[in-house]
């Protein structure tokens, strides 16, 4: 799959899934630094491409099925505090 000009392999996708599933109160801001740390993913002057990896991050979770690790119950359109106090108001994360 091709997110932000970055071909993802499916052990790849996989690995971001699992970092989802392990932590799920991380902040998007948290999670792509981690991703991008994992992955190698960083821009020519050396910093971490965290905002192609936040964009990327809300593509998957737009295209994975319901109940797909990419997929999960909680939105990652919103920040953590939002989701801790049950206080993210999107529909589509449920679906």
């Not at 932590?23 to 992955?39: F, G, I, K, N």
């Amino acid at each position: 799959m091709r997110y932000c000009g970055r071909t993802f392999t499916p052990s790849q996708i996989e690995l971001i899934g699992n970092l989802i599933g392990s932590d799920p109160t991380l902040s998007r801001y948290r999670l792509s630094r981690q991703v991008c740390e994992r992955l190698a993913w960083r821009r020519p002057d050396g910093g971490l491409k965290d905002m192609s990896c936040r964009v990327a991050l809300l593509r998957m979770q737009a295209d994975s099925p319901a109940g797909s690790p990419m997929r999960p119950t909680e939105c990652l359109s919103h920040t953590a505090r939002d989701r801790a106090r049950g206080a993210c108001p999107c529909q589509h994360a449920s679906s």
